[in-house]
Structures are given as C-alpha cells and as structure tokens.
C-alpha cells in the first residue's frame, strides 16, 4: 500500500511539474512575449553597437596621438617650415605637378573645341 502511494504521488508531482514547464513556455511563445524579448535585443544589440563605436572613436584618437608624436605633427606650428622640410614639402608638389601634367597632357589626341566625356561608353 504504501508502494502504490509513493508512486501516485510521484507521478502526481511529475504531472505538475510537467504542467508548470508546458504552460511556461507557451507563455514564452505568445506574440506579446515574442515581441517584447525582441525589443530587449535590439536594445541590447544598440547598447552594444555604441560601445564598440565609442571603443574604436577612442582607438582612433589614441593611435592619431601616437602618430602625431611620432612623426611630430603636434608640435607648435610656427609661421614657416623648417627649411629641410619646406623643401621637401616644395619639391614634393612640384614632382606631382609635373607628373601630372605629364600623365594628363592629351593635348594630342583630342580636339580642344570637343570635351572628353569619360563616363561615354566607348
């Protein structure tokens, strides 16, 4: 007798515990429930988004610092270069320039009177 007691009662629990679980999760599945535990992603997804964007903003300012340091951008600026590195400067845009005109002189080949359209299909 008592055999048969302790199993009903087992089985008994196991049927609540098993109806508590089923209506649970039926619960969870509701589209209001769907609904909500979306937005809490998307929320959390947002927050996470804007720390990985602060966190790189941050790098950046940092590795431009270290930059600025190294190739000693943030010393005070004076009304003028450096002589070395005015000419470098200098020469450096009148090698550009001259490259430029030299790779961009077509002169050549076409009319001056006709404008090259470069987004024509040829």
């Given at each position: 007798m008592f055999r048969r007691t302790f199993w009903?009662?087992?089985g008994a629990a196991a049927g609540v515990w098993a109806t508590t679980k089923v209506h649970t999760k039926l619960r969870?599945?509701?589209p209001e429930s769907l609904a909500a535990q979306a937005a809490n992603k998307a929320v959390d997804a947002g927050h996470r988004l804007k720390d990985f964007?602060?966190?790189v903003?941050?790098?950046?300012?940092?590795?431009e610092s270290e930059l600025?340091?190294?190739l000693g951008l943030d010393a005070p600026a004076g009304p003028e270069l450096p002589a070395n590195r005015r000419l470098a400067v200098e020469a450096r845009a009148d090698r550009r320039s001259d490259e430029y005109r030299q790779d961009h002189d077509h002169s050549d080949r076409f009319n001056s009177r006709t404008p090259?359209?470069?987004n024509e299909d040829h």
């Open positions: 009903f009662t087992a969870q599945l509701t964007a602060l966190d903003r941050a790098g950046m300012a940092q590795r600025g340091e190294v090259h359209n470069r």
